[in-house]
């Protein structure tokens, strides 16, 4: 060959090479710049810098705890430092043995996939850690897909391309540390957990910083195939594929051959939870606080399910628990008390203490079930019978655990129409900071909150509005009224007649305090007429009651329905010295990086003047401290050396009970009654908010007092700057002299009374 020849050879090898490496850098660009939409666009380097993968919005409690999450997809992303060296060792060795040594392609590793290809002996593939991290962060296989996509196969190798570009690109942007964390945080592990995180707390109810070579092997080989590798749902496959990646922790010398054959042979070792709505603490108040988030989330930009907010509550996840304990070990008492009562009768009960005919064809006809029969029968009401009598396979509540059977559609909702529900709340008198939240016995099954969305009649928990009201104009505690019959005439209408409790006048002359304690309607009766409905309504909104009351002088028992929400906010004004603090349980939100967004302060009003909220907390301690106060069946350990203002309440038939209790440090309530209010004791004594809402209360407060770091402690309440005008001690006197006519043209004019 001369040197013409090779010459020429030379030169054209040369043209090729470059012509070569031209195409290459021009196809690069021509995918980088998406040329005339053949190859879909690439992310933006805002995009780059900032990825941002769905991640999951979590509730934090004031003492730290999570308290649970809002998402799409269960993802809570955690830093490198936050990855046990086991686990990160683990991963190289599955999925990318020369991570440490390339910038984002492995050429070793890509000539190895494609050689296999070639020869249909698939040796591994040849995408590194970084490029499996662009199709979890940019979907590149499915979004932005341009028109040369439409050609079979070519697809494939554009979106390889586009792997490679920002592979490359993300290599400049981050350390290796930081793709690994990021990696491991977008994967999907099965069983609704996406990222590392998430998966670890799923299946061994650890932090990603505990795992062991042991269970690092199960989660890092379930990467690719969640379903097939799943170990609670496919073990044999599980522990086949763990036994794989056990195998390349030894051939990389990572653990020895004893500790390989231990491994391979031991249990997959699970502790093994999915996270749920219906379990965990606080599960009412998340439901509750979840539609305010995504209003919050609406009007701010933010979407609760996918940009990884920190939303840090008021909530003591300590006082919550608590507060749930004392829940279920009271209820799970009352309802069996209840069944045992009720000896087989139905309890929807008339006024005359009947079964109401035809209860359960009318409360079925308000269910999803019924509408949808409805829908699809078009209202033919045999075949619609035909199906809400026909008897299913069911899992059902009951307080021994859940239980199997067999029920129609009016077989459960009679069995859960048995059910006695429940409401409670505690919360911070002085900051207004809401510390426990129970809506129901159990959120699974009973969805229904009742501490804001409930609203039922207080009964005697009400009186203290009408008391307060002649309390901050003069009266003073030891007032002597009669216990007797009173009349009180409603212009157009006919007069009101209130009886007592138990139908009974005893004639006493007593003190307004020694009334209140013991719940005498009468006498209530009196100083609403004194002081006038209007009035007592003016200051109940005052205090924070924003639902509509009746101005009728009946609202002196407490007809008009109101919250439990409402009621424990405004009874906390009597021990924050008259200030009225809207109960709140939101403190910040942060957004995903840390940042906060917004920091929340309590509605605040002064409602009473300082010396009338004392006074009224007197008031209140005589139903723990006067004989015969409906609040002197409390545990005198919670009594001695202890004040606690406080109120009983029970309705009519005793549909609703309820107990209201502020002491220097926490306001609590508790409220019980049947799902609807014809579901009640058929006997009114054993309905009492002394019985069925009071023991709940004070179980709570032992568990509270028990425990040294919530900082709860017993004491007095603190006195007011300026002297009280008003005599407390009643003991000194008989009685003083009885408000003229003039109080009450100061208080309310007539035309107001309806």
């Known amino acids: 060959m001369n040197k013409k020849?090779?010459?020429?050879?030379?030169?054209a090898i040369w043209i090729l090479f470059l012509a070569g490496t031209i195409s290459i850098f021009s196809l690069f660009s021509m995918v980088k710049n998406d040329f005339n939409g053949w190859f879909g666009g690439l992310p933006s380097l805002q995009d780059l810098e900032k990825p941002d993968p769905d991640l999951s919005s979590e509730l934090i409690s004031a003492d730290g705890v999570s308290l649970g999450k809002y998402y799409r997809k269960n993802r809570t992303p955690v830093s490198y430092e936050e990855l046990s060296t086991e686990l990160v060792n683990t991963l190289l060795v599955t999925e990318d043995?020369?991570?440490?040594?390339?910038?984002?392609?492995?050429?070793?590793?890509l000539v190895r996939a494609v050689i296999g290809k070639?020869?249909?002996?698939?040796?591994?593939?040849?995408?590194?850690?970084?490029?499996?991290?662009?199709?979890?962060?940019?979907?590149?296989?499915?979004?932005?897909?341009?028109?040369?996509?439409?050609?079979?196969?070519?697809?494939?190798?554009i979106t390889k391309l586009k792997e490679w570009i920002i592979a490359v690109q993300l290599e400049e942007s981050y350390t290796k540390e930081e793709i690994l964390a990021m990696y491991l945080n977008t994967v999907e592990y099965g069983s609704n957990s996406y990222g590392i995180k998430v998966a670890a707390k799923t299946f061994f109810n650890k932090l990603p910083s505990q795992l062991n070579y042991k269970e690092a092997a199960v989660l890092i080989g379930s990467i690719n195939a969640p379903t097939r590798y799943n170990p609670v749902y496919n073990p044999e496959n599980a522990i086949q594929k763990r036994t794989e990646v056990l195998y390349n922790l030894h051939k990389y010398g990572l653990i020895d051959r004893v500790s390989f054959d231990t491994l391979k042979v031991s249990d997959l070792g699970l502790n093994y939870k999915v996270d749920n709505h219906n379990?965990?603490?606080?599960?009412?108040?998340?439901?509750?606080?979840?539609?305010?988030?995504?209003?919050?989330?609406?009007?701010?930009?933010?979407?609760?399910y996918d940009d990884g907010l920190k939303i840090y509550t008021t909530i003591d996840s300590r006082m919550q628990q608590y507060a749930e304990e004392a829940m279920a070990q009271h209820m799970d008492t009352l309802q069996e008390v209840f069944f045992n009562h009720l000896n087989g009768d139905m309890p929807w009960i008339d006024k005359d203490g009947n079964e109401m005919e035809g209860f359960l064809q009318d409360a079925i006809k308000r269910t999803p079930q019924y509408r949808a029969l409805s829908s699809q029968f078009e209202d033919d009401k045999d075949s619609i019978d035909y199906y809400l009598n026909l008897k299913r396979p069911m899992t059902v509540f009951s307080w021994e655990g859940e239980k199997d059977t067999l029920f129609s559609a009016y077989d459960s909702l009679s069995y859960y129409k048995h059910f006695l529900q429940a409401g409670f709340m505690a919360m911070d008198p002085k900051n207004g900071h809401i510390k426990a939240w129970v809506g129901g016995v159990d959120h699974k099954y009973f969805k229904f909150d009742h501490v804001r969305y409930g609203k039922r009649q207080p009964g005697s928990t009400f009186k203290p509005f009408i008391y307060t009201v002649a309390i901050d104009n003069g009266w003073s505690p030891c007032f002597p009224v009669v216990d007797a019959p009173i009349t009180i005439a409603i212009p157009g209408q006919e007069?009101?007649?209130?009886?007592?409790?138990n139908g009974k006048f005893t004639g006493e002359k007593m003190t307004i305090r020694q009334a209140m304690a013991r719940s005498?309607?009468?006498?209530?009766?009196?100083?609403?007429?004194?002081?006038?409905?209007?009035?007592?309504?003016?200051?109940?909104?005052?205090?924070?009651?924003?639902s509509d009351l009746a101005v009728v002088p009946s609202l002196a028992?407490?007809?008009?329905?109101?919250?439990?929400?409402?009621?424990?906010?405004?009874?906390?004004?009597?021990?924050?010295?008259?200030?009225?603090?809207?109960?709140?349980?939101?403190?910040?939100?942060?957004?995903?990086?840390?940042?906060?967004?917004?920091?929340?302060?309590?509605?605040?009003?002064?409602?009473?003047?300082?010396?009338?909220?004392?006074?009224?907390?007197?008031?209140?301690?005589?139903?723990t401290e006067e004989p015969g106060g409906t609040g002197m069946a409390l545990d005198r350990e919670l009594r001695v050396n202890n004040e606690i203002a406080a109120k009983t309440g029970t309705t009519q038939n005793a549909s609703d009970g309820w107990f209201m209790g502020v002491t220097k440090d926490l306001a609590a309530g508790a409220w019980v009654g049947g799902d609807e209010?014809?579901?009640?004791?058929?006997?009114?004594?054993?309905?009492?908010?002394?019985?069925?809402?009071?023991?709940?209360?004070?179980?709570?407060?032992?568990?509270?007092?028990?425990?040294?770091?919530?900082?709860?402690?017993?004491?007095?309440?603190?006195?007011?700057?300026?002297?009280?005008?008003?005599?407390?001690d009643c003991s000194k006197y008989d009685g003083i002299t009885q408000p003229n006519d003039s109080l009450r043209v100061d208080l309310i004019d007539e035309d107001d009374i309806m």
Request: aromatic share 12%; hydrophobic share 40%; glycine share 10%.
């Open 118 to 157: 070639l020869t249909f002996q698939f040796k591994g593939g040849g995408s590194t850690i970084t490029m499996q991290l662009a199709e979890n962060l940019y979907k590149t296989s499915s979004a932005n897909r341009g028109s040369l996509y439409d050609f079979s196969g070519v697809g494939q190798i």
């Open 279 to 304: 379990e965990g603490l606080a599960t009412y108040f998340r439901s509750v606080i979840g539609r305010d988030l995504l209003a919050w989330s609406k009007d701010h930009g933010y979407d609760l």
């Open 495 to 501: 007069a009101w007649q209130p009886d007592n409790a």
């Open 557 to 623: 028992l407490g007809v008009s329905d109101v919250s439990l929400y409402e009621m424990l906010g405004a009874y906390s004004s009597f021990v924050n010295k008259g200030v009225y603090t809207q109960p709140f349980y939101i403190s910040r939100i942060e957004d995903q990086n840390g940042n906060i967004i917004q920091q929340f302060v309590p509605e605040t009003r002064e409602a009473l003047n300082e010396q009338t909220a004392y006074v009224m907390l007197h008031m209140l301690k005589g139903t």
């Open 677 to 728: 209010r014809s579901i009640h004791f058929k006997y009114w004594p054993m309905g009492q908010g002394a019985r069925t809402a009071m023991p709940i209360w004070e179980i709570f407060m032992k568990k509270v007092y028990a425990d040294p770091t919530l900082g709860i402690e017993k004491g007095a309440f603190p006195k007011p700057v300026k002297p009280i005008t008003v005599e407390l």
């Open 97 to 109: 043995i020369r991570f440490k040594e390339h910038s984002g392609i492995d050429l070793k590793g």
């Open 520 to 546: 005498v309607n009468s006498i209530t009766a009196y100083v609403m007429d004194k002081v006038g409905p209007q009035t007592v309504v003016d200051y109940a909104h005052r205090m924070g009651i924003e």
């Open 5 to 11: 020849t090779i010459r020429i050879i030379l030169v």
